[in-house]
């Protein structure tokens, strides 16, 4: 299983951005897929979920209104749009692939990261002026 993220850079405050994690090596549209990002000496935070479907979106506080997930089953791929970027915004950002297929999760279990089971390798998000 492959998942390959990539659309970040180095953006001013008030800018968008949008990542895209590819899927390759598993049957994509039957797993739930969620963003997360981790900051130098901060822990992996949950960023956004999406269930496999792609009818259901969660979002953790920090982004929630300024932010969309979406996904493509017969392109295997999700993206993240953050709008509105501010410096706190500045990490890796990890899209994850849910160990169990076809589940229905609650708010509080996309955030573990142990629903999890595949994690893409990063893609750096800069937020400075």
């Known amino acids: 299983v492959q998942l390959q993220a990539s659309g970040g850079g180095l953006v001013q405050p008030g800018a968008s951005l949008r990542l895209s994690c590819a899927a390759s090596g598993l049957p994509f549209p039957r797993y739930c897929m969620g963003w997360f990002r981790q900051a130098p000496g901060k822990e992996r935070d949950f960023v956004a979920g999406i269930s496999w479907s792609g009818k259901y979106t969660f979002y953790a506080d920090s982004v929630k209104g300024r932010s969309t997930t979406s996904r493509d089953n017969a392109a295997n791929t999700v993206t993240l749009l953050i709008n509105s970027l501010k410096p706190d915004d500045t990490a890796v950002y990890y899209c994850?692939?849910?160990?169990?297929?076809?589940?229905?999760?609650?708010?509080?279990?996309?955030?573990?990261?142990?629903?999890?089971?595949?994690w893409g390798q990063g893609t750096q998000v800069t937020v400075s002026s």
């Open positions: 994850a692939s849910c160990r169990r297929p076809l589940a229905y999760y609650d708010k509080e279990t996309y955030s573990y990261t142990s629903t999890y089971e595949h």
